[in-house]
């Protein structure tokens, strides 16, 4: 028998009263999520940029979805959302989705085959009442391929392409440029396409709460979400964009933000040391180096190589991004297909590279330019990259000055071409998909089309593109891909310095946030103890 | 009478002027290089979809006809849609305007009173240690840029001392009535206030202190008032005029300055919307947030004339 002490009762008193204020939290956990600048539009089909998919891709949902609740290092599998299961024809061009029954937007809409038929229509189909117009130019690297689609039966729906498409189902499920995600067909009908913005209406785990443009995107738990595994940990998510990075670390180390998206690496300790948690994870995103082959210095390839020889890639990755990146070399990201870490396009060898300049007919090095952008989202002193590579491109003789633009004009830059006179010029890009190759090799990419802004014609990467979506398996894709990288690297057209790591800070309670190796992030998982 | 006509005539004379701002404003963004299709349409569109696209917002029309369009649809309170969010500039940006000027009242109310009494604390006391003192604070709050004041507040103020919050305009999770809005203003009003406080104290103490050398004074002085009732009855009457004008310049200051503090305290007003929409190159919200600014400019400038006119004794 226990006695009862004086002490005992003050114990339990105590912690009862412990318990009873710690119950509201319990009952309402908010979670803060502050990115690096605020969303675009909530219409998925007519949103754009990677911080906005981390808020569309929660209120809506795809065929297919890929799985980012895992974290780790390994592509994200591709998994069943709105589609419980998919056959591919033998020709490859045929996919029939089995729809998932018993799912309803939230709004109460029923998901069938004619809510994907009405959003196939909203974002390919010109002649449909509520077609989105920027939908296609958004959306072409998904669609590009696409020949038709047919309401089978009431949870059947087809599919069918021109040509095979190996990643179509990963382009299926990924956004940041458009979003092939289904929007309830009732929402659209009542407040029409521009009313999307305010009543973003979906499957997804999040329902929309409210929207303050510049300020904030409020989501909550869709409490009649079809999927156990991905059901919301905690209530409310509230998601804002917080542009200036020190008011984003202090934010959270003052606990009135939970996540934040890239601090500073400067800042890595002190958070730390204030007791905040560092999540850090692989990125498709790298510093791609454009070469301008038209420049009279550049349009030797042995100069290109020498550049390449000159990057000093090891030190910059472990310096630059205080360790939080991966030395990378060539034209294939980490994160994307056919991505093959020991490949490399050069050797790190200065003097190699001062040899290969001689020989080149520039035994004292020659001046030149680069144009470089501040860049945006998770980009992080990217002038210091420039700095770098100027260093040590010095170190070889070439001579460079920089020029640092905005991250709009700097890519109307590349649309036009590189400038006279401008040697060099890089950016982070890099997708889960291969998408974004079309946009920066081929010969459809060459000014005026944007990106393929250093003039390099090689009709033979058209066709070796073409032929890798079409492939039939992962490995003949991957294979098309590495003949892909051997011509850039033989022509040192493009090279590439550094993956940067995702960097994100949690507050010291937050538990269940992850990272997989893609733009975007899945919060269901998140919330606090 | 005299007033509400003196009034009538600055607001008519500022017509003119807005509407050479709504043209420069036009122009402007047109200026700016880089092609609006593009930004909407991504790296991904083909020059076909980008040419229709063009050819669907009127931009392959002439520059007159797009600005007359354009400022046809202004006076309806149209400012366009925003390309980054595809909703009305003006339904975005109303509550944004409302925000900036809280925070601008706010650091209006600063200025005003700090400027006036560090004005006051100084001029009688020429070449004083207490006149060196304020002469040197000014000069370091003239000097003190926005962004490091800024950081370096949020640091120690908020931060370390936990006095204030760090960012927002009310409690993200439970927003407060008006005592958590006060809290999150003292800070951003502060820091957009600094170099105007500087501006109104100096300006009104040199005219203070040739008021104070006038010989009206040295007649009260001989009458025997004291120096506190001289600087309260003619000083500070005497120099009012220069004060609300120099202090009513500041509305205009102010009000742009907060695009700089709103940024490092995340305060949802023009001045963020401004940076967002420029990132997004949203051209319509950056013309509407541009003449938002341009117009309390004005109106601000108008304001003070008139207040000035009102106080200036000598139109008793």
Known sequence: ?529 | MNLVLFALGRLASAIPVLIGVTIVVFLSVQLVPGDIALSILGRMATQDQLEALRESMGLDQPLVVQYLRWFGALLQGDIGMSLAQQLPVAQILLPKIGNSLILMAGSLFLVLVFGFLLAVLSAPRFRSVTDRLVVALTLVLASLPVFWLGIVLLYFLAFKWKLFPISGMYNVINPGGFRDLIHHLILPATVTAASSIAVVARVTRSRMIDVLNEPYILAARARGLTRRQIVLRHGVRNTLPTFASIGGLQIGYLFGGVVFTEIIFNWPGVGLQLYDAILARDIPMIQGCVLVVATVFVLGNLVSDVVVHALDPRND
């Open chain 1, 1 to 529: 028998m226990t006695r009862l002490t004086f002490r005992g009762l003050l114990h339990s008193t105590v912690l009862g009263l412990a318990l009873t204020a710690a119950l509201p939290a319990l009952a309402e956990t908010t979670i803060v999520v502050a990115v690096e600048a605020d969303f675009s539009r909530m219409d998925p089909a007519a949103s754009r940029t990677w911080n906005t998919f981390k808020v569309v891709r929660h209120i809506f949902e795809g065929f297919v979805e890929e799985d980012l609740t895992k974290g780790g290092d390994a592509v994200p599998e591709i998994v069943p959302a709105l589609a419980t299961s998919w056959e591919i024809s033998e020709d490859g061009k045929s996919y029939t989705f089995t729809l998932r029954q018993g799912v309803t937007f939230h709004d109460g809409t029923p998901w069938n085959a004619e809510a994907a038929k009405f959003n196939m229509d909203r974002m390919t189909n010109p002649d449909f009442e509520f077609f989105v117009p920027t939908a296609p130019g958004l959306l072409s690297w998904v669609f590009m391929d696409l020949a038709g689609y047919e309401v089978v039966d009431e949870y059947t729906f087809r599919i069918d392409l021109k040509q095979p498409n190996a990643e179509f189902l990963r382009r299926l499920s990924a956004g940041g440029s458009g979003a092939p995600r289904m929007v309830s067909p009732e929402a659209v009908r009542t407040f029409g396409n521009d009313g999307i913005e305010d009543n973003p209406i979906g499957t997804g785990p999040f329902k929309f709460v409210e929207r303050v443009v510049g300020e904030k995107v409020v989501i909550a738990r869709n409490e009649a979400y079809w999927n156990p595994d991905r059901m919301p940990k905690a209530d409310t998510i509230v998601l804002r964009g917080i542009p200036e990075v020190a008011t984003r670390e202090l934010s959270l180390m003052a606990g009135e933000v939970d996540i934040i998206g890239t601090p500073s690496p400067d800042s890595i300790e002190t958070l730390q040391a204030q007791g905040a948690k560092i999540v850090t994870g692989k990125s498709p995103m790298f510093y791609v180096l454009w070469i301008n082959t038209k420049d009279p210095h550049f349009s030797d390839v042995r100069v290109r190589q020498a550049v390449c020889m000159a990057i000093n890639r090891e030190d910059m990755a472990k310096f630059q991004r205080k360790g939080f990146a991966v030395p990378t070399w060539g034209i294939l990201n980490p994160g994307g297909p056919g991505y093959d870490p020991a490949f490399r396009d050069c050797e790190y060898d200065p003097e190699g590279a001062k040899a290969l300049l001689a020989e080149a007919g520039f035994p004292d090095g020659f001046e030149t330019r680069m144009d470089w952008t501040f860049g945006g989202g998770s980009d992080v002193n990217t002038k210091g990259d420039a700095e770098w590579l100027q260093r040590d491109l010095e170190k070889i003789g070439i001579r460079s000055s920089i020029e640092m633009f905005d991250n709009n004009t700097f890519w109307d830059m590349m649309t036009a071409g590189m400038r006279e006179g401008t040697g060099l010029t890089s950016a982070s890009w890099g997708e889960s998909t291969f998408a974004w190759l079309d946009q920066v090799v081929t010969t459809t990419a060459l000014p005026q089309n944007c990106c393929n802004s250093g003039y390099y014609e090689n009709a033979k990467l058209d066709q070796l593109l073409s032929e890798a979506r079409a492939s039939a398996s992962q490995e003949a894709l991957d294979a098309k891909l590495h003949e892909v990288r051997d011509i850039v690297a033989a022509d040192m057209a493009f090279t590439s310095y550094y993956a940067a790591n995702s960097v994100y800070a949690t507050g010291p309670t937050v538990t269940g946030f992850v990272l997989a190796p893609q733009h975007w992030i899945d919060l269901t998982g998140v919330t606090k103890e």
